[in-house]
């Protein structure tokens, strides 16, 4: 259901992007601006919905659909977080070496549901501790990603007409189809990495934290 909401307005973001709807004049069109509209821009957008769709993972994977907080409301409480993180990882993660941090963050915001700067901490201390046996396919699939949405800029500047519209709405929203199977990849990965529940106040916990987030119990002595 949330990855239908995500195809939906990633469509009608690109076809709004791409036809030109939202560019304010067509003097200033260049390509870093197209990769702002395109890029940065649908990333903010797209993330809180992304970091939604991680959290319904969890909530499946864990059976825990009937104490749960809804989905909306998720979205709602979380918007912050989600955006500050897309905001930092937007830039670095166009390199793909590190783009799996961009994805992890999502996964530390919406399943370990940490809010400001621990999202960013946390995925920067288990990309450093295991990324590479445990996410070896996400910069290649997200290297396809950005081939993709760079194939739909140059057509969109080269062509210069409704052919290379089209061709920039399809390049640039097809990727999503993959990036939903990254997030969905990394957010199993994530709840298999370290999930634990409190056994004081049934708060589920990173496998790593030493204090239960919610009650503050000591987990390791
Ligand atoms: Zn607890």
Known sequence: MVALVI???SIVFQILVWSG??????DIITPIWLFFLGHILFLLVVSPLLGTYSY???????N??????PPLK?????LPTLMFTAITWI????AIAPSPLFYLSIASASISDYDGLNPIIESYNRYMEDWKRKLRNIPRDHLTVVVSSLIGIVAFVIMNNPIG???AIVSCTVPIIIILSIVREVSEVWINWGLKLCPMCKTWNPLEAVYCRNCGL???Y
């Not at 830039?91 to 166009?94: A, K, L």
């Open 91 to 94: 830039i670095p993660s166009v």
């Open 64 to 69: 825990l659909a009937e104490r749960s907080e």
């Open 21 to 26: 709807s939202i560019i304010p004049s067509w």
């Open 7 to 9: 195809g939906v307005v």
């Open 74 to 78: 998720f979205l709602v409480r979380k």
């Open 218 to 220: 000591r987990f390791k």
């Open 56 to 62: 319904l993972i969890k909530v499946e994977a864990l």
């Open 165 to 167: 519209r089209l061709i």
